[in-house]
T-cell receptor, first 109, second 115 residues
Framework: GQNIDQPTEMTATEGAIVQINCTYQ??????LFWYQQHAGEAPTFLSY??LDGLEEKGRFSSFLSRSKGYSYLLLKELQMKDSASYLC??????????WGAGTKLIIKP | ETGVTQTPRHLVMGMTNKKSLKCEQH?????MYWYKQSAKKPLELMFV???????ENNSVPSRFSPECPNSSHLFLHLHTLQPEDSALYLC??????????????FGPGTRLTVT
């Protein structure tokens, strides 16, 4: 079966750095997405990785290793507004997104 | 605002009712999706339409019936639902469901409670 694993919840301090990991086993691979979802709101797109390596976009970076079936989302200089759930999703060979259950990130002052 | 709107935002219905959820996208996209989101569970893809044609139906019970009259509008018709169908129903759109580089844009969802 297809499976996406990510931690259920993480806590970090304002101004710090946090890394959210995602491991996957899917039928084929057409890219990995990270989305952010604030409570009661729509998920919004953060990043897309299809090749190995690190993609940096402001305070957020996303890393992919296809051979290891592994990705992480790195958030720097954490702000209170970063408190949200972070969803990892992989597009399989049928171009369907397979989603993880999400990581709830709690930022403390 | 993501360019995808959903109505109603909240819906309470009995198991014998018939209701419909509406989604509209203002992004000029060609693909639209229905997802079910339950607490602490992964998003479940229900239906995909690409250029108004249904391309996926992920073993969804027949009490859920989608309708896509054009590329901008998507409906989910509900009838004789069960309490376990209570969840957040999210609509999304993208440029093309067959191109992996196009991200999906989500609406705010409809919170459905079945009593």
């Amino acid at each position: 079966g297809q499976n996406i694993d990510q931690p259920t919840e993480m806590t970090a301090t304002e101004g710090a750095i946090v890394q959210i990991n995602c491991t996957y086993q899917t039928s084929g691979f057409n890219g990995l997405f990270w989305y952010q979802q604030h409570a009661g709101e729509a998920p919004t797109f953060l990043s897309y990785n299809v090749l190995d390596g690190l993609e940096e976009k402001g305070r957020f970076s996303s890393f992919l290793s296809r051979s290891k079936g592994y990705s992480y989302l790195l958030l720097k200089e954490l702000q209170m507004k970063d408190s949200a759930s972070y969803l990892c999703a992989v597009m399989d060979s049928n171009y369907q997104l397979i989603w993880g259950a999400g990581t709830k990130l709690i930022i403390k002052p | 605002e993501t360019g995808v709107t959903q109505t109603p935002r909240h819906l309470v219905m009995g198991m014998t009712n018939k209701k419909s959820l509406k989604c509209e996208q203002h992004l000029g996209h060609n693909a639209m999706y229905w997802y079910k989101q339950s607490a602490k569970k992964p998003l479940e893809l229900m239906f995909v339409y690409n250029f108004k044609e249904q391309t996926e139906n992920n073993s969804v019970p027949s009490r859920f019936s989608p309708e896509c009259p054009n590329s901008s509008h998507l409906f989910l018709h509900l009838h004789t639902l069960q309490p376990e169908d209570s969840a957040l129903y999210l609509c999304a759109s993208s440029q093309d469901s067959g191109n992996p580089s196009y991200e999906q844009y989500f609406g705010p969802g409809t919170r459905l409670t079945v009593t």
